[in-house]
């Protein structure tokens, strides 16, 4: 009997990799001019950092349309299909591991450095050293300059954004459920309400941010404890609208007919990454906010 092979399309070489490396080149490079230019009108800093997010949601919208058209067009196959999994849970795999850099580094200010500043294991560096009045307890509130802030709650903002992506976790699985069992209405009814949820996350967030900055003085100025706050967050935000660009565009194939019960894994890799997002928000909101 004659082995049958699939057909495995490759692409033509894409622009959008390199286009993607330059939009993240100009975020990095506003990012910290932004910081070292802090209190300054016209920053040129903050205009790069516009500039670099402008150029990956331009990045976003044209590879994925690439990638609409190749899969419409009937050019994919399954062995493809198992080429975009595999790729997409590694994808997911590097954040995890990037998200655990930055939590190793609040734990490492937490747990060791504080303590060790405070006299611990007999450490000579204690409070005489730095500053007056220098306890060793988490969270900071004082910076070496003598600037004072307030700690961020856990009520309020927080907790209503953690209730809003634990809601989202939820519309987005029974939207799956209704895509496998081809109920096209209550897919769109449940896919729009997750990504209004999303947009209402990072609403809430920046709400969250103008009132830490206008009313508890907690900057990113603020000592290690503003640094980390705003580090984790900000980055766990940009994540966040990641996943409902990513959210958004699949609604729109929904709305148009696209994806099926037996073909729709730009569904799935937008699903998990949501749920990603919604787990790496559970343990900020824990180790950020509560504890």
Request: net charge negative.
């Amino acid at each position: 009997m004659k082995n049958e092979y699939e057909k495995y399309y490759v692409p033509a070489q894409s622009p959008w990799p390199i286009i993607g490396a330059v939009g993240l080149f100009f975020i990095a490079v506003g990012s910290g001019l932004s910081i070292m230019q802090m209190g300054k009108e016209a920053s040129s800093g903050v205009y790069l950092l516009l500039a670099g997010i402008a150029v990956i949601i331009y990045m976003l919208f044209g590879w994925f349309k690439n990638v609409i058209d190749e899969s419409m067009s009937g050019l994919y196959s399954k062995q493809l299909d198992i080429s975009f999994r595999q790729g997409m849970a590694w994808f997911i795999l590097s954040e995890v591991m990037f998200f655990f850099a930055f939590f190793g580094a609040l734990f490492y200010a937490r747990m060791l450095s504080v303590p060790w500043l405070g006299g611990a294991d007999n450490n000579a560096m204690t409070h005489e050293v730095l500053w007056n009045g220098f306890e060793a307890v988490w969270p900071l509130l004082t910076t070496p300059s003598g600037e004072t802030t307030q700690a961020m709650g856990w009520q309020g903002l927080p907790l209503i954004n953690t209730l809003i992506l634990l809601t989202s976790s939820v519309t987005v699985h029974f939207a799956h459920v209704a895509l496998e069992k081809n109920k096209r209405a209550q897919l769109k009814i449940f896919m729009v309400l997750t990504v209004l949820l999303g947009v209402g996350f990072l609403t809430l967030q920046v709400e969250e941010y103008i009132h830490a900055y206008q009313e508890l003085g907690l900057t990113l100025e603020s000592g290690i404890y503003g640094n980390t706050f705003f580090m984790l967050t900000g980055f766990h935000g940009l994540h966040v609208t990641l996943g409902t660009i990513m959210l958004f565009v699949v609604m729109l194939r929904i709305f148009k007919g696209h994806l099926s019960a037996n073909n729709h894994f730009a569904f799935l890799a937008a699903a998990w990454y949501w749920h990603f997002v919604d787990v790496v928000w559970l343990c900020l909101f824990m180790f950020v906010y509560v504890i």
